[in-house]
């Protein structure tokens, strides 16, 4: 029972810990916030997957993190479980747009071109590479099995710095 306390206090504890890195602030012309994070827990092993009731609950859990970040676009590639994901913080004032998983390259440069702030939901092998080709900082590997991890990509001028933070675990995720 002791236990099962902790593990509870440090799962809140950490919650507040990543809310606290995310209070909205006004911010300047020249800094831009890019999201990167892969999709929600996918439902089967199928080649296009819907999202699981877990993975559902990890997308709200997104969404409700992000619903007073600036985010007029949120990028996907052409799978459902990145759409869905995506689509989870779709509100007003902000578009789903799709990208090319496969050009990474053509994305990270028109990412770059751009000012405007983003989340970008891709897969837990474009996740990290798209972090290094924007920021030219080693960004961590995800396993198959690790979702929740938020790259949190902060440009200001040509500097960018990386910011790895991980969304707590919905209670329904938690078996």
């Known amino acids: 029972m002791l236990l099962k306390f902790f593990q509870m206090a440090r799962t809140i504890g950490a919650g507040l810990m990543l809310s606290a890195l995310w209070v909205p602030t006004t911010q300047a012309a020249d800094i831009q916030q890019l999201y990167l994070v892969r999709h929600a827990e996918k439902a089967d092993l199928s080649k296009d997957p819907v999202l699981s009731a877990c993975g559902e609950a990890q997308a709200t859990a997104l969404a409700t993190l992000l619903k007073d970040v ?28 799709q990208y090319d998983a496969k050009n990474l390259p053509a994305l990270a440069a028109q990412l770059c071109k751009s000012t405007i702030n983003a989340l970008v939901v891709g897969h837990s092998n474009t996740t990290p590479q798209l972090a290094t080709l924007l920021s030219q900082l080693a960004a961590p590997a995800l396993q198959e099995d690790d979702y929740g991890r938020i790259y949190q990509l902060t440009r200001a001028g040509e500097q960018w710095s990386l910011q790895i933070l991980q969304l707590p675990l919905p209670v329904l995720c938690q078996r």
Do not use: D, E, F, V
């Open 70 to 97: 600036n985010l007029p676009l949120l990028y996907h590639s052409g799978y459902q479980r990145t759409q869905q994901t995506a689509a989870a913080s779709l509100k007003a004032g902000r578009q789903l747009q």
